[in-house]
């Protein structure tokens, strides 16, 4: 009977890994390649006990264990301090680099039709799950061993073979339980869009806890599997136990994903899309209007995610600031005054740093909405549209217009939640509402040069549409990284992150606003001619 379950399963492990072999080694090669250049580095940056001693006290405070995590490792070598920084960092780009995967090769298939079409062949029910899982497994195989050679052989002192590998096998381990996660919210919901966003969700959750338990009580972070990466102390104890549980996590949720997969109808899910009206309504009367319809429920919930992560990040404003319970003795040599005056400025610059993260999350839903004018095309879901009498440029501003509302207004939620929960909790002083005004001024136009160029790429080169992530991906990279890995400033100002200017740390500079604004137009008006102009597929 289990044979008959998984007939067909050699052949679609062939079929998967030809058809995805170009966007795995792209992921394979970026993550190994940045693991192993910031390795390579590290030595020449932290291999001197002054510098290890001026980075340790910079990971100490609050604000940086809320970014990296909380570590129980004594920082003496450069391995520790590459430990420290870069475990949280990669576990991040792991798990959006598996929940993409997880989603694309099971329910975006389906939506599809392809499994369905696939089905009708000599294929066994359990065969098409199982290849997209063996995907997943040789994925995170093949991007933690490469990990652990890259660390291995990095020339960082204090490291050690065991601790190299720990390192790698860990973080393929996290990537694998949110491999899990995606393939389970596949089963659950009846469309990619709905089981993204439900594992962005999770993942949102996670990563919510860990930060308030690792500056709160880092004992507590035991209880979010996010969290138990950074109990391995590589190089030192070399703990396997998180990821014993991370395995074992994983295989119950892949066991109830598969007991999921094995009950359901193809297309189908336990959690299904209410049925639409069987009239539209009269809002609904054109591209704009439509596309809204369809990105509504997504668009609702970033905004709402947003809001909450900036609830979170304001929430432990005064944990951050308050440096008169770390040192009391300051207020006594320095004054009270002066003492409020420096916790003002680890606030502003604490703030400079979550807009980072806020603005990059922002983005995404405004890139994933622009890049379904070549998706929804090549589906056909546009054709009877296009049939009409709707020019090419109603329908790119339709994306365009919803692209710009869930990104902009996403970014504003982020900071509203920032600002109303930050000055809810200090009790030294409060952060005015201008200052928030004044960060979205400065990374706005980052926003919007972002949705400049894929509005560039789905216009001109929408095969090409994927640059768009690893410019956004870089861009969080080098602001999130780099002055930790001491970045040149040409690199970081490859990304508009890096014109920001630290913002509200430091005043606002408009000429560069002015100017990306000025290059976001330019994509934006290149993409619409190219739009018009080209084959639609």
């Given at each position: 009977?289990m044979k008959n379950k ?8 062939k079929?998967n890994?030809?058809r995805?072999?170009f966007n795995?080694?792209?992921?394979l090669v970026?993550?190994a390649g ?8 590290f030595?020449g940056?932290?291999g001197?006990a ?6 340790k ?11 990296f995590g ?13 430990a420290?920084?870069?475990l ?10 598996n929940?993409?995967?997880a989603?694309?090769?099971?329910r ?8 369905e079409?696939i089905s009708a062949?000599a294929?066994?029910?359990?065969a098409?799950?199982?290849a997209?899982?063996?995907e ?15 660390i291995?052989f990095s020339g ?5 073979a065991n ?8 973080l393929?381990?996290?990537g694998?339980l ?8 596949a089963q659950l ?15 949102g959750v ?13 004992h507590?972070?035991w209880?979010i599997p996010?969290?138990w990466i ?6 030192h ?7 014993i549980m ?5 295989l119950?949720?892949w066991?109830i994903?598969?007991?999921?997969n ?5 297309g189908a899910?336990?959690?299904s899309?209410?049925?639409?009206r069987?009239k539209?309504s009269w809002?609904l ?5 439509l ?8 668009t609702?919930i970033?905004?709402i ?8 990040y ?17 207020q006594?040599?320095?004054g ?12 502003l ?11 990059t999350?922002?983005?995404l839903?405004?890139?994933?909405t622009?890049?379904k004018?070549r998706?929804d095309t ?7 549209v296009?049939a009409?009498?709707?020019?090419r440029?109603?329908?790119?501003t ?7 509302v ?6 504003v ?7 109303l929960?930050g ?11 201008t200052?928030?005004l004044?960060v979205?001024?400065?990374?706005g ?13 789905n ?5 090409w549409?994927?640059?768009?992530w690893?410019?956004l991906?870089y ?6 990284l ?12 490859l ?5 920001t200017?630290?913002v509200?740390l430091?005043a ?5 606003v ?7 137009v ?9 739009f018009?102009?080209r084959?639609?597929?």
């Amino acid at each position: 009977m289990m044979k008959n379950k998984l007939q067909g399963y050699g052949f679609l492990n062939k079929l998967n890994f030809r058809r995805d072999r170009f966007n795995g080694l792209i992921w394979l090669v970026v993550l190994a390649g940045l693991m192993a250049s910031v390795a390579f580095k590290f030595e020449g940056l932290y291999g001197t006990a002054g510098a290890i001693q001026s980075i340790k006290t910079t990971l100490d405070t609050a604000a940086m264990k809320a970014l990296f995590g909380a570590f129980n490792t004594s920082l003496k070598t450069s391995g520790d301090v590459f430990a420290t920084e870069m475990l949280v960092f990669m576990a991040i780009m792991m798990i959006v680099m598996n929940i993409y995967f997880a989603v694309k090769i099971s329910r975006s298939e389906e939506d599809k039709g392809l499994v369905e079409l696939i089905s009708a062949h000599a294929i066994g029910k359990n065969a098409i799950f199982a290849a997209a899982s063996t995907e997943l497994v040789v994925l995170n195989l093949l991007t933690g061993i490469l990990f652990s050679l890259g660390i291995q052989f990095s020339g960082m002192k204090g490291i050690d073979a065991n601790g190299a590998w720990l390192i790698g096998i860990s973080l393929g381990m996290v990537g694998l339980l949110f491999g899990a996660i995606g393939l389970l919210m596949a089963q659950l919901f009846d469309n990619s869009r709905s089981a993204t966003i439900a594992s962005y969700l999770i993942f949102g959750v996670m990563y919510i806890a860990r930060m308030n338990t690792d500056v709160q009580n880092p004992h507590q972070t035991w209880w979010i599997p996010m969290g138990w990466i950074e109990k391995i102390n590589a190089f030192h104890q070399n703990n396997w136990l998180p990821v014993i549980m991370l395995m074992g996590l994983s295989l119950v949720i892949w066991i109830i994903a598969l007991w999921n997969n094995q009950t359901r109808d193809i297309g189908a899910g336990l959690i299904s899309v209410h049925a639409g009206r069987q009239k539209a309504s009269w809002w609904l009367r054109g591209p704009i209007t439509l596309i809204e319809r369809l990105q509504r429920h997504s668009t609702i919930i970033w905004i709402i995610g947003l809001f909450i992560l900036g609830v979170t990040y304001g929430s432990i404003f005064n944990t951050i600031g308050d440096i008169l319970k770390t040192n009391p003795t300051m207020q006594s040599v320095f004054g009270k005054a002066a003492v409020q005056s420096a916790n003002h400025q680890i606030l502003l610059n604490f703030i400079s740093v979550i807009s980072v993260v806020m603005v990059t999350l922002a983005t995404l839903p405004a890139v994933l909405t622009l890049n379904k004018v070549r998706s929804d095309t090549d589906r056909g879901y546009l054709e009877n549209v296009y049939a009409k009498s709707v020019s090419r440029s109603h329908i790119l501003t339709s994306y365009l217009l919803n692209a710009l509302v869930v990104g902009i207004v996403g970014l504003v939620a982020s900071l509203l939640g920032i600002y109303l929960a930050g000055n809810a909790v200090l009790d030294h002083g409060e952060i005015e509402i201008t200052t928030y005004l004044h960060v979205l001024i400065a990374f706005g136009p980052v926003l919007l040069l972002t949705i400049g160029l894929a509005v560039f790429l789905n216009g001109l080169l929408p095969r090409w549409n994927w640059i768009t992530w690893i410019y956004l991906g870089y861009g969080f990279f080098a602001s999130y990284l780099g002055g930790l890995i001491k970045l040149p400033e040409w690199a970081k100002k490859l990304n508009g992150l890096g014109w920001t200017h630290s913002v509200p740390l430091y005043a606002v500079n408009y000429s560069y606003v002015v100017v990306m604004l000025v290059i976001a137009v330019i994509l934006i008006v290149i993409g619409y001619v190219g739009f018009n102009r080209r084959d639609l597929n």
